[in-house]
């Protein structure tokens, strides 16, 4: 049949199925690569799309006994990826029994993501009064596994509470950054880049640096308390917030943090925050 008549034989409503068939796969991917944003499973997917381009290169090339090798990596390299990755599995095929796969309850997310900025709201406030020394950074897009790796694992509810008990001094875990991931307490005492930036002002110390250092590499909110004067500040985008009052501080974090204050358009910071590096 002649190239030019091969389009002739598809109708409208193929083409129409065809156009679905697509975008539920891209949606399907999309959804997946989702669930196992932040985990070990993001580093993986980089490996297999390097193995995939190594075939293809080496078949290119000529190269037999590479492109052998790589095939079999690819061929059993799927019941690997099962039994190392069974906890992501687990979870994605739990997610689809309750059908949250395809869906985003929005106001349990809401409600908790509340709950999580009320309890660091009430612990910055306490530590501040007490000029306890604080760091705490939250995970929003990028992933941050690999600063938790370097801390204490815990997977715990937030609560003032904890937060506070945290930062006590001489406390196992008090020295090092808290660091909040999908509205919970992934691991404390952890070690976060510090920046290299000329600018920063020689009157800030190592949180300081430390949550700059974050802000620069990652799209997370990062707090700091200091042990010397109890001010609150905030980094993001590598930007550094200083001196903020509580009624500021709290105003951040609810539009940074809180999904229908994000998704608001018409909601705009209406404070005035000090804005300085240097």
């Known amino acids: 049949m002649p190239f030019s008549n091969f389009f002739q034989e598809f109708t409208v409503l193929d083409y129409l199925s065809n156009a679905l068939d ?44 590479l492109s052998w090798i790589m095939e079999q990596a690819l061929t059993w390299g799927f019941l690997a990826v099962i039994i190392i990755f069974q906890p992501e599995v687990r979870r994605a095929l739990e997610q689809l029994g309750r059908g949250r796969l395809f869906a985003r309850n929005i106001t349990q997310e809401n409600e908790e993501q509340r709950k999580m900025v009320e309890a660091l709201v009430k612990s910055v406030s306490y530590m501040a009064k007490r000029r306890i020394g604080a760091l705490i950074s939250i995970e929003k897009e990028t992933g941050l596994n690999d600063y938790i790796e370097t801390g204490i694992m815990m997977n715990s509810a937030i609560s003032s509470e904890l937060l506070i008990n945290i930062f006590i001094p001489n406390t196992p875990l008090h020295d090092g950054a808290v660091i909040i991931q999908k509205n919970q307490i992934s691991a404390a005492a952890c070690y976060l880049p510090l920046s290299e930036s000329p600018f ?18 990652t799209d997370s909110i990062t707090i700091v308390v200091s042990e010397e004067t109890g001010a609150v500040s905030v980094t993001k985008n590598g930007d550094l917030y200083r001196e903020l009052s509580p009624e500021e501080f709290k105003k951040l974090l609810q539009h940074e943090l809180l999904t229908i204050e994000k998704n608001d358009s018409s909601n705009r910071w209406s404070w005035r925050v000090k804005k300085n590096n240097g």
């Open 22 to 65: 697509i975008l539920l796969v891209w949606f399907v991917v999309y959804k997946l690569l989702m669930v196992i944003r932040g985990t070990k499973a993001v580093q993986l997917l980089k490996g297999i799309f390097v193995i995939v381009a190594i075939r293809s290169a080496s078949g290119l090339l000529g190269l037999d006994t």
């Open 200 to 217: 920063i002002s020689k009157e800030l110390g190592t949180r300081h640096r430390a949550a700059l250092g974050i802000s620069e590499v």
